[in-house]
């Protein structure tokens, strides 16, 4: 076989051919894209392996799908046959934290929350928190500019990204960005890769922004409302306030539902929706003061405000637990919208009314401090695929979203799902200038192709 040669290059245990074995690799957590058939897995360790595996894929035109830890919910790391995958998992170090800089340096394979809590031993913090930030890679990250409950107040990925080295198609290694805060020498290749989904190089390492952890424990603000319309008032009325909240999570009442029969949380029959804000800081007590007025004037039903550490956890245990909670329901086409904050209420209207012309359930969580929204279209686990109606009432909320002036995707990346819709929102010159750039870097189309663009 022609990955013999590649086996040959590689320290032994590096390259899996084992069909059983690669099966593994092949998708992400979403399972309504079909994978192909790899002819091999490259379990890297370190970047010269990468740089190995890439000039091998070159010289032989095969297609590389890159992974991290495969926790991706758009097909973006699913294989094509004939492709060869390349798992950044076991590159794990993290090779520096310097708190005097507020930077560290890591592999691709280091886990989200473990970087955080490394960074925490001295003071910092590492900012962007996924959902799955107990099982995401800071390489996966990167490739879909993820987001996470924090970024309301600092921002997603790109935000926390300084500089990077990656590998092109061809095995040559760039790198970009600085450690400093401010640079503008060249072109901002930094920001092109991050979120690129794999498709214009390997990130092997990256130089990460590092914030100090605030010092006191964060003030938590919860408030249930009638409905989601009243909710989404009263973030846009936050976000008015200027108070510069660290969270602000939004629940519907189909999602409470289904937490309430899965943990017993003890829903009122009347709340048609859950609103979680944090402030942390010097101001938190005043800023979390202004945040409970604006839910009161909305038509909050109930408004908490607390500082007990184990009570926010618990809070946000119910946010972060929300999809598992959902999935209870049946199979689940996860979406990801967004929208100007300004236009949340219409977007929630849209959603809900959606849901109620294509008769689909459609639970929806969203990071309602940056706009993004995630609802759920909840179908029959049986199905062999998507069902028709789903996929429809998807296209309504997207052709929503595009009108209030948002995007397809906040988070999670386009991969293989969303790819039928990128005209519409990018249009023809910009798509062309996506592609052009796309050629430039990789001129035989084998970084995980058909992904992203």
């Known amino acids: 076989m022609i990955i013999d040669d590649l086996a040959k290059e590689l320290p032994s245990g590096r390259v899996i051919t084992d069909p059983d074995q690669i099966g593994a690799y092949c998708n992400d957590e979403h399972s309504y894209v079909t994978p192909g058939q790899a002819c091999g897995v490259v379990v890297a360790r370190e970047r010269d392996d990468v740089v ?36 950044l998992a076991k590159m ?96 901002d290749l930094t920001a092109l890769l991050i979120g690129s989904e794999g498709t214009l190089g390997v990130v092997t390492e990256a130089t990460l922004r590092l914030r100090p ?61 859950m609103l979680l804000g944090q402030a942390d800081g010097s101001d938190a007590q005043a800023a979390a003061a202004v945040m409970a007025r604006c839910c009161e004037d909305a038509g909050a039903s109930v408004v908490a405000v607390s500082s007990d550490e184990a009570e926010a956890a618990q809070l946000l245990t119910v946010r972060r637990t929300a999809f598992n909670a959902i999935e209870r329901l049946g199979a689940c086409l996860i979406e990801d919208v967004c929208v100007p904050r300004s236009k949340l209420p219409e977007m929630f209207d849209a959603v809900t009314r959606i849901a109620e012309q294509y008769k689909v359930l459609v639970p929806t969580v969203a990071h309602a401090g940056d706009g993004n929204l995630h609802p759920v279209f909840v179908f029959d686990r049986s199905l062999p695929e998507i069902p028709a109606e789903v996929w ?28 039928h819709w990128l005209g519409e929102e990018l249009g023809a010159e910009t798509l062309a200038a996506n592609l052009a750039i796309k050629r430039a870097l990789d001129p035989l189309g084998i970084l995980n192709p058909g992904k992203a663009i």
Not at 232 to 244: K, L, Q
Not at 394 to 412: C, M, N, P, Q, S
């Open 92 to 187: 794990t170090a993290i090779r520096e934290l310097s708190p005097e800089d507020e930077l560290a340096v890591v592999e691709p394979g280091v886990i989200n929350a473990e970087l955080d809590r490394q960074a925490r031993k001295l003071g910092l913090m590492y900012a962007p928190d996924p959902s799955s930030y107990e099982t995401c890679t800071i390489g996966g990250n990167i490739a879909t500019n993820a987001g996470g409950l924090r970024c309301v107040k600092y921002g997603v990925t790109r935000e926390s990204v300084l500089g990077l080295e990656a590998v092109l198609a061809d095995g040559s290694v760039l790198r970009t960005g600085r450690r400093t805060i401010k640079g503008v020498v060249g072109y």
């Open 52 to 87: 190995a595996a890439l000039r091998w894929a070159s010289r032989n035109r095969v297609p590389v799908i890159p992974r991290g830890a495969g926790t991706g919910i758009v097909g973006g790391t699913a294989a094509i046959d004939g492709c060869l995958i390349v798992s």
């Open 392 to 419: 429809a009432a998807a296209d309504e909320v997207f052709r929503a979203a595009l009108a209030l002036g948002g995007t397809l995707t906040g988070e999670h990346g386009v991969g293989t799902l969303k790819r």
């Open 213 to 273: 952890a605030p010092q006191q424990p964060p003030v938590t603000v919860a408030a249930e409302f009638p409905t989601i319309r009243q909710a989404a008032e009263a973030v846009w009325a936050i976000i008015r306030s200027a108070v510069g909240p660290s969270l602000l999570e939004l629940m519907d009442r189909t999602t409470l539902v289904a937490m309430d029969e899965w943990r017993n949380i003890g829903l009122d029959p009347a709340t048609g929706a």
